[in-house]
């Protein structure tokens, strides 16, 4: 499985951008689909998640400003970001999960600590930087 995110960029606060992010391979696997924040050196932040099926979760400090969403016709996961502040800058990866399921942000959470990366993709993220 191969994940690859575009659409970052610099904005003032206040602006908006939307990832997107196509993945390949074994997508119908997938019960979890998502996004995290994470800069080299730093800790994870889970930002959203959607499930297989198609419900949508969010962490406290994007509710209401981000929204994800997805193509399963194209493979492609999105993220659109409105009201952006300047705590928002970081590198924005996308992750797909497979395997035994549990709750789509706790999954993103947990891969690679207490879920094993096998069950799990993630790209090389893309940046995103907000002025204020």
């Known amino acids: 499985v191969q994940m690859v995110e575009s659409g970052g960029g610099q904005v003032q606060a206040g602006g908006s951008l939307k990832l997107s992010c196509t993945a390949s391979?074994?997508?119908?696997?997938?019960?979890?689909m998502g996004w995290f924040a994470q800069a080299p050196g730093k800790k994870r932040e889970v930002i959203a998640g959607?499930?297989?099926?198609?419900?949508?979760s969010y962490v406290e400090s994007v509710k209401g400003r981000f929204t994800i969403s997805r193509d399963s016709a194209k493979n492609t996961l999105y993220l659109e970001m409105n009201d952006l502040k300047f705590e928002d800058t970081d590198v924005y990866h996308c992750?797909?999960?497979?395997?035994?399921?549990?709750?789509?942000?706790?999954?993103?959470?947990?891969?690679?600590?207490?879920?094993?990366?096998?069950?799990?993709?993630w790209g090389q993220g893309t940046q995103v930087t907000v002025s204020s």
């Open positions: 959607i499930d297989s099926d198609d419900i949508e």
């Open positions: 992750v797909a999960i497979w395997g035994p399921r549990q709750e789509c942000l706790s999954a993103i959470k947990a891969l690679g600590v207490t879920l094993p990366v096998d069950y799990g993709a």
């Open positions: 391979g074994k997508t119908e696997d997938f019960y979890c």
